[in-house]
């Protein structure tokens, strides 16, 4: 497709974006692949880590990290600080040259307003205690695959995570919406996923791991969403 795409008009630039782990099913984007196959072609890659950061890779340096893609030249990656920082508001990291055209060009960014200080005060706390306590990224990713096995192990059809996001199939969408309630009902809060954000057919509640969860607690959340899940 890229090659397609380049040679029917070379002189354009080309620009690949992904999710670094897709947020409806949790699992990675195969990035060194992705990045090898925009070098081959000339294309520059582009990779929103938001669900990455603070979970995948050594001590939740992220997906980017994680593929060799660190400090790349031709890699621009877009994080959020509203997930595992627990802040709000996003980041650009890129090639010093990237940053100044966005700062000089970027619409969003020059017409609004600065992130608030307390914003990324928070995010900036967050970053040193990852780096103080790096374990906490393992921990999330253990959590993931705990959830994971308790919930296939009674027969619901979860994707393995890759990052802290666990997706668990409905069969239909009332059925999710349904339950999603049933189990904030039992004091557990989880996402629910159907159509018009994913497809007919794929509907889906979500778990998203955290890494301060003690292992009775992610017994317990387990046993609320076996104990609510819909007949398939
Ligand atoms: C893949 C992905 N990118 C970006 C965002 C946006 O994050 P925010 O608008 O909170 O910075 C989300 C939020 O759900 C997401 O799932």
Redesign the pocket.
Known sequence: MLDGARKEDPARRALVVS?SVF?VDGDVAPLTGLAAACRAHGAALVV?D??GLGVVGDGGRGAPYAAGLAGAPDVVVTA???KSLGS???VVLGPARVIEHLVNTARTFIFDTGLNPAAAGAALASLRLLSREPERAARARTVAARLHARLTAAGLSAARPDASVVSVRAPGPEQAVRWAADCRAAGLVVGCFRPPSVPDGISRVRLTARADLTDQQVEEAADVIVGTAPAA
Do not use: I
């Open positions: 999710d947020s929103d938001a669900h959020t600080l509203s709000q508001g996003g």
